[in-house]
């Protein structure tokens, strides 16, 4: 009998951007290069978005608000709009529901194309250009060749990078390096670890669990320094109420997982032991389980697992090099770099080497500090790749710094600014760090997108709301009309920065911009409040859960009408109604007006209205 080899279908496909990696990061960056015109890949070896956060992980979404310690921090723009679309269609944290609306998002997203459980294995490199990437999609048994101008790194691992050539650092740098205070003295190649997460759930009633043979056994002692089920006295001896705070995602409650569950390997190459180190991992995540329930009194008496995460979740491994390094005094000066695009504020949070092995040891050093820092547009591209970006926890940043970069709120938003700097060079025919000649204008279109640049205000010479004379039917005092133009989206120290009606009479509260002249304008952007104050993340932790409130914030507009005039009659009208997103976009054909008026009819449960910017082109 000759049984002949059969050959592997092959497929040829060519875009503009090719985005490698569907985490947050990742989709933030394609939705933004879609967007913007470009025609753009997102490539992903999962069978769901949503990297860390996806219902494989399930890892809280950490940001620059730490957790709520600092909420005029939270991250807007395409994360936001995720989070927002999340809370008006899955009040009750469902997995399942994220990532569909993950899915959705993608799916329904023009100049985008997807391609799940896709794992691309290998580059083809010319003159420190990247031509084309292979992967492969194990559920159709394809193999894939994509051709690209712009290429971004978006794996976490820098694989694409790696495989590429591209310039990468692992480990830490010396205190010397960098200057950085809190940096080993001599250079060391530590990576923080992988975990494992799991869910438990309260049945009311006793349940039995029996530990599996393969678990390993924990004491009391050997978990000392790590919070788990209810804190102990003798933990509150080791750790701080911050550290308690930041380090447990805000939660020593038996049910949501423990992100210390986390271990590093044996070798200095974590991603080559990535598989021993999960074998590893669910050893320990039911050993502790064991110990929770089985090794003392810790609350567990009623709770059962309902689930186990069985693909860690990585926090570090290479960082690609770019023409600039975050370092540590970056962050702590909440260094304003000029080319920044966004932002970060989580501490920088360093695990120990040896993750849960560690056990004489608190399991992070976490270095606090006030404010924010910015992150410039030269972290995110390659220094010797000409075509390669990166956005993740792989962007060019010290492993001091990447402690507080890594945070995928943090990632999100330098995602977003990433693909739209993507689209600006295919449309200006150039190579990434070229950008930096239209920094300012890449600036200026991520606030338009509803991103956040601190000490970076709307200044758009194409906004006729800037120069039109702003009233309002009623407004609170230090809540003016004028705020709806002041050229920030948050309340900063200086500005709320947003109108407030008083009430909402019966007919709406109307805002007007009158122009003095006319002009021919097709769209309207408007800017909601959602009171940062309270967070909208998906998460499994239930006391993160209880938090927030139920469905969208009720400060969001709901309902309004939007009208065009000219002369005094009304020449254009649009209502929207059931709105939920805090970035509104309207588009028409271009119609040439002297006024534009926004009433607003109903909000989502808040007695007054809240707008923070309006825009008119």
């Known amino acids: 009998m000759i049984i002949l080899k059969r050959d592997v279908k092959s497929k ?18 394609a939705i933004a290069a879609a967007r913007h015109g470009a025609k753009t890949a997102l490539i992903h070896a999962r069978p769901v978005f949503g990297g860390n956060a996806s219902s494989e992980i399930r890892m809280h979404i950490c940001g620059a608000s730490a957790n709520m310690a600092k909420p005029m921090l939270e991250e807007s723009g395409i994360l936001y709009e995720l989070l927002l679309e999340n809370k008006a269609f899955n009040d009750y944290f469902n997995y399942s529901i994220w990532d569909m609306i993950l899915y959705k998002r993608i799916r329904e997203q023009d100049n985008l194309s997807f391609y799940l459980n896709t794992v691309m294995d290998d580059c083809t490199v010319k003159d420190n250009i990247i031509t084309s990437i292979m992967a492969y999609q ?31 650092k692992t480990g830490s740098e010396s205190k010397k390096e960098f200057n950085e205070p809190h940096a080993p003295t001599k250079s060391n190649n530590n990576t923080m670890g992988n975990t494992l997460l799991f869910k438990a759930v309260d049945r009311g009633t006793s349940i039995h669990f029996k530990r599996p043979d393969f ?46 569950i986390e271990l590093c390997g044996n ?23 064991d110990h929770i329930k089985n090794g003392g009194n810790h609350g567990a008496e009623s709770y059962d697992l309902e689930w186990v995460g069985m693909l860690p979740g990585m926090r570090e491994s290479r960082r690609l090099v770019g023409d600039y390094m975050l370092n540590e005094n970056d962050i702590l000066e909440n260094r304003q770099f000029d080319d920044a695009v966004c932002y970060g504020g989580w501490p920088m949070d360093i695990h ?21 820092y910015t992150i410039p547009y030269r972290s995110y591209y390659s220094k010797n790749i000409e075509n390669l970006m990166m ?24 995602g977003q600014a990433v693909g739209t700097a993507a689209a600006m060079c295919i ?30 205000a709307n200044c758009d010479k194409y906004d006729k709301a800037r120069e039109a004379t702003v009233k309002a039917s009623s407004e609170r005092e230090g809540f003016e009309a004028a705020n709806v133009v002041s050229g920030i989206t948050r309340q900063t120290e200086s500005n709320t920065n947003l109108w407030v009606s008083d009430g909402v009479a019966k007919g709406g509260e109307t805002l007007s911009f009158e122009f003095g002249k006319e002009y021919s304008v097709s769209q309207i952007r408007l800017v909601f409040d959602t009171n940062f104050n309270y967070s909208i993340k998906q998460t499994q932790n239930s006391k993160r859960q209880k938090q927030q409130r139920k469905g969208v914030p009720s400060e969001l507009v709901k309902d309004y009408s939007v009208e065009l005039w000219k002369n005094n009659s009304v020449v254009f009208r649009k209502n929207i109604c059931e709105n939920h997103q805090r970035l509104n976009v309207i588009d028409f054909p271009y119609i040439s007006c002297d006024k534009l008026t926004i009433t607003i009819t109903e909000t989502n449960g808040a007695k007054d209205a809240h707008v923070y910017e309006v825009r008119i082109y």
């Open 12 to 29: 040829e496909m060519s875009y503009d951007v090719v985005v490698v990696g569907g985490g947050l990061s990742g989709m933030c960056a």
């Open 427 to 456: 449309d200006n025919n150039c190579l990434p760090h070229e950008i930096l000649n239209h920094i300012h204008k890449l600036q200026q279109i991520l606030l338009k997108d509803d991103c956040y640049i601190p000490n970076v």
């Open 138 to 168: 194990q559920t159709t048994e394809t193999r894939y060749k994509i051709t690209g101008k712009i290429f971004v790194d978006a794996t976490g691992n820098s694989t694409l990078g790696y495989l590429a050539g591209a310039e990468y």
């Open 215 to 260: 678990a390993y056994t924990f004491t009391e002692e050997q978990l000392k320094y790590r919070t788990h089920g209810k804190v102990s006295e003798q933990t509150k001896k080791y750790l701080d109420e911050e550290e308690i705070r930041i380090t447990s995602v805000g939660s020593a409650t038996i049910d949501t997982g423990y992100w210390w």
């Open 267 to 289: 070798t200095d190459d974590i991603i080559d032991e990535y598989e021993e180190i999960r074998d590893e991992l669910v050893c320990c995540i039911y050993g502790i389980w």
């Open 391 to 414: 956005a993740g926890r792989n962007i060019s940043a010290t492993k001091m710094a990447m402690g507080s970069t890594r945070v995928m709120g943090t990632c999100a938003v330098g």
């Open 352 to 372: 120990t080497p040896n993750g849960l092995y560690d056990f004489d040891k608190k399991p992070s050093e976490v270095y606090f500090f006030d404010g924010t």
